[in-house]
């Protein structure tokens, strides 16, 4: 009776597994073609980690009324967003996404969330003060910001970035790329010098390509591996892409390196 229970269970978790996979799928490409949302420009494989921790975070909650991993996902993904240059209204709508694919593709009844809704909100609320964004008094990520809370934001995100530059040598002032995302890569190559392996940083990035500063001698038209993003926690899972430099910008300390990848990083890049 016991070997038959173990076995039952087993095949409910491989079932819930399977579930959170064809959803985090889903919920990936999604995301990808999130045009207005900053969290597009990451790989389709790294935000399939990020839907299905969401998944399972949400499922715990609703099925077993554990709304722990679901607090901690969202602060700990709110802390690391506002230090890597994405801006409230990007993580607000990676979260109304998550939702709604979970509503759409599998099945999740929109009353389910009233519970979990309210913690995402009431975490956000926690971290007011303790983030470098401006988080309002009752915040609702549901409806998002007001025009009034939009316009304040935008306001103190470019007093900011002028303050940033001001503080910047002059060699050191970036003109290139529509955003400051900060995400940690590390990249591999053999240069005429030799070797090399480097973890560092991008200064900003695009769907096709980023661009990182470094001090190694990096010549247009090398071959690159890069991994992006790059986490060096435990048990990490990191992708390698084939990647090319294409641009070199001298500075008075280090060189802007603008390198376009040779491969997709779309859904297709998970079937390789």
């Known amino acids: 009776m016991a070997f038959q229970e173990e076995q ?3 095949k409910a978790q491989a079932r819930q597994t399977e579930r959170r996979d064809r959803y985090a799928a889903a919920a990936g490409e999604r995301l990808r073609g999130a045009a ?3 969290f597009s420009l990451l790989p389709y494989d790294e935000l399939v980690r990020v839907a299905g921790t969401w998944y399972e975070a949400c499922a715990e909650a609703m ?3 554990n709304y722990a991993s679901i607090d901690q996902l969202i602060r700990e993904q709110t802390r690391v967003a ?8 990007d993580l607000m709508q990676l979260l109304r996404l998550c939702r709604q694919v979970a509503i759409e593709k599998d099945g999740w009844a929109e009353d389910q969330f009233s ?3 309210a913690v995402i909100d009431d975490a956000l609320g926690a971290l007011r003060g303790r983030v470098a964004w401006d988080i309002p008094e009752g915040l609702n990520y549901l409806t998002g910001l007001s025009k009034a809370d939009r316009d304040r934001a935008l306001h103190e995100k470019e007093q900011r970035e002028a303050a940033r530059k001001a503080a910047e040598p002059r060699g050191e002032r970036r003109t290139h790329g529509r955003n400051k ?9 053999v240069l005429e010098s030799g070797p090399v392996d480097e ?3 991008t200064d900003n990035v695009a769907k096709g390509g980023l661009y990182f500063l470094s001090d190694q001698p990096y010549f247009k038209g090398v071959s690159l591996q890069v991994m992006y993003p790059y986490w060096s926690t435990p048990g990490a899972i ?10 070199l910008d001298e500075r008075e300390k280090r060189k802007g390196v603008a390198i376009k990848f040779l491969e997709s990083l779309g859904a297709k890049a998970s079937l390789r």
């Open 36 to 38: 207005e949302c900053q």
């Open 63 to 65: 099925l077993r009324g």
């Open 82 to 89: 506002a230090e890597e240059g994405f801006e409230l209204d």
């Open 181 to 189: 995302l900060r995400l940690p890569i590390r990249v591999r190559g």
């Open 199 to 201: 973890i560092t940083r």
């Open 8 to 10: 039952e269970t087993t």
């Open 115 to 117: 519970d979990v809704d």
């Open 238 to 247: 990191n992708h390698e892409y084939r990647a090319q430099v294409v641009r």
